[in-house]
T-cell receptor, first 116, second 110 residues
Framework: GAVVSQHPSWVICKSGTSVKIECRSLDFQATTMFWYRQFPKQSLMLMATSNEGSKATYEQGVEKDKFLINHASLTLSTLTVTSAHPEDSSFYIC????????????FGPGTRLTVL | GQQLNQSPQSMFIQEGEDVSMNCTSSSIFNTWLWYKQDPGEGPVLLIALYKAGELTSNGRLTAQFGITRKDSFLNISASIPSDVGIYFCASGGGADGLTFGKGTHLIIQP
């Protein structure tokens, strides 16, 4: 159990375009999902907490108008990178957790975004 | 914000050797999690620790939650090639996101 999928696994786009990344919990319902960003050779940094049915909570320094998060259902959260620029190129990873009140989070396989 | 200090940053070992890495923090945590990340993939949970002093094993992996609740270590015994990867400690969770250490890059020489 606790399988999380992401789509697409990689995407290349032109500067100025928007990119949507989907995160799905396949075998459980997740009221809360999380979005992380990982630059090469660095650790994962939490970007935002995605709450089903309410607005996302963003970490300090993360622009909410640039990284739009929609948690449409208990199994789907989407991250849209709007007006992407080369500096947005990164590995974006979602996670879900809170199973049985535990603190463990289960991660998706990640999405590699390259902005040209 | 909270910071986790993970060491060593990288390890070059021979196959069959034991490995030890640790994380420390100036803050008290209620949870310590250890993850492994292979290149181009998301982290995979190895061990979760919830009680101070707790010692938990998962196959050749053993992790302990420090008694002060400010540190944790992960040991890997008799390393094999598939152990190669980046190991992260993390804490937080529940309704909050996780804070990650900077990772320990494990490289195994045959």
């Amino acid at each position: 159990g606790a399988v999380v999928s992401q789509h697409p696994s990689w995407v290349i786009c032109k500067s100025g375009t928007s990119v949507k990344i989907e995160c799905r919990s396949l075998d459980f319902q997740a009221t809360t999902m999380f979005w992380y960003r990982q630059f090469p050779k660095q650790s994962l940094m939490l970007m935002a907490t995605s709450n089903e049915g309410s607005k996302a909570t963003y970490e300090q320094g993360v622009e909410k108008d640039k990284f739009l998060i929609n948690h449409a259902s208990l199994t789907l959260s989407t991250l849209t990178v709007t007006s992407a620029h080369p500096e947005d190129s990164s590995f974006y990873i979602c996670s879900a957790g809170g199973l049985a009140g535990a603190d463990e989070q289960f991660f998706g396989p990640g999405t590699r975004l390259t902005v040209l | 914000g909270q910071q986790l200090n993970q060491s060593p940053q990288s390890m070059f070992i021979q196959e069959g050797e034991d490995v030890s890495m640790n994380c420390t923090s100036s803050s008290i945590f209620n949870t310590w999690l250890w993850y492994k990340q292979d290149p181009g993939e998301g982290p995979v949970l190895l061990i979760a620790l919830y009680k101070a002093g707790e010692l938990t094993s998962n196959g050749r992996l053993t992790a302990q939650f420090g008694i002060t609740r400010k540190d944790s270590f992960l040991n890997i015994s008799a390393s094999i090639p598939s152990d190669v990867g980046i190991y992260f400690c993390a804490s937080g969770g529940g309704a909050d996101g996780l804070t990650f250490g900077k990772g320990t890059h494990l490289i195994i020489q045959p």
